[in-house]
């Protein structure tokens, strides 16, 4: 099971760990990685969803509260590491862009200030 503190979701960690496992599982020459989540659990379906997991069957009362369950399945191939690699790509980029429009606006910040201290 994967869990993000709730003041640190929606930042790309979840995603971050997953592809960390699926690449230690791709190294270990797994061929496939099958999961569950219940059907209520939108981050978790958009979550392995957003990184290829297809879902692959309906588990009636799966769970011990009754509630059903998906399973999903993600199969290791050529097609799908190159993927995993464009997300990774995608991931550092985001990053990247965030960290540098930080400094551009700290920086627009400081001229703002200097300009009103020789004004
Ligand atoms: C599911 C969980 C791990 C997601 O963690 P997170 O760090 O917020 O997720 P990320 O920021 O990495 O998001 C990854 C993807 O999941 C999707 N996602 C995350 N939370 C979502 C939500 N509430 N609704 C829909 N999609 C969601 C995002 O859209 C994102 O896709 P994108 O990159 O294409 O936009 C987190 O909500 C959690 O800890 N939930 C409680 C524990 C749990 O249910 N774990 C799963 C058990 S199977």
């Known amino acids: 099971m994967i869990a993000v503190d709730i003041s640190a979701r929606g930042r790309g960690i979840a995603k971050k760990l997953v592809h960390l496992t699926m690449r230690k599982m ?3 020459n797994a061929h496939e990685c099958i999961l569950e989540t219940e059907l209520s659990n939108v981050g978790a379906i958009g979550l392995y969803e957003s990184v290829g997991f297809v879902r692959h069957k309906r588990l009636p009362r799966y769970y011990l509260n ?7 399945k993600y199969v290791f191939t050529e097609a ?3 993927d995993e690699l464009k997300v990774n790509e995608e991931i550092m980029l985001r990053k990247t862009m965030g960290m540098a429009l930080e400094n551009y606006t ?3 910040e400081l001229e703002q200030k200097a300009a009103e201290v020789v004004v």
């Open 26 to 28: 791709r190294e270990m």
């Open 106 to 108: 700290k920086q627009l």
């Open 66 to 72: 009754g509630s059903d369950a998906f399973r999903y």
């Open 80 to 82: 799908s590491y190159i």
